[in-house]
Nanobody, 124 residues
Framework: QLQAFGGGLVQAGGSLRLSCAAS????????MGWFRQAPGKEREFVAA????????RYADSVKGRFTISRDSAKNAVYLQMNSLKTEDTAVYYC???????????????????WGQGTQVTVSS
């Protein structure tokens, strides 16, 4: 089961690193994604990475500020979030999907394994 953690309260301009890990499984052949959902809004794509090869995709709203990475030794995926803005406030979810083609890495329905969310709150 995926577990996401690392959320919290941070001031605008600050940084947070989210982590997503799962015990007892490997992610070879999977894409790992981060999504977020703000109150009253639909869940949206943030970033994704292919476990094998490390290809990444980002939403335009976070390009240049967020970085997704993975650690094979720890079986974990990270989302480094810098220069946070109040509009980044949301519940962040990690997800895994097998065999996702590159053009679908930002598509929610391509992922079938979801972790619980972690709250990120950015104050002004």
């Amino acid at each position: 089961q995926l577990q996401a953690f690392g959320g919290g309260l941070v001031q605008a301009g600050g940084s947070l690193r989210l982590s997503c890990a799962a015990s007892g499984r490997t992610f070879s052949g999977y894409s790992m994604g981060w999504f977020r959902q703000a109150p009253g809004k639909e869940r949206e794509f943030v970033a994704a990475i292919r476990w094998s090869g490390g290809s990444t995709r980002y939403a335009d709203s976070v390009k240049g500020r967020f970085t997704i990475s993975r650690d094979s030794a720890k079986n974990a995926v990270y989302l480094q979030m810098n220069s946070l803005k109040t509009e980044d406030t949301a519940v962040y979810y990690c997800a895994a999907g097998y065999g996702i083609i590159l053009t679908m890495m930002g598509t929610i329905r391509a992922y079938d394994d979801w972790g619980q969310g972690t709250q990120v709150t950015v104050s002004s």
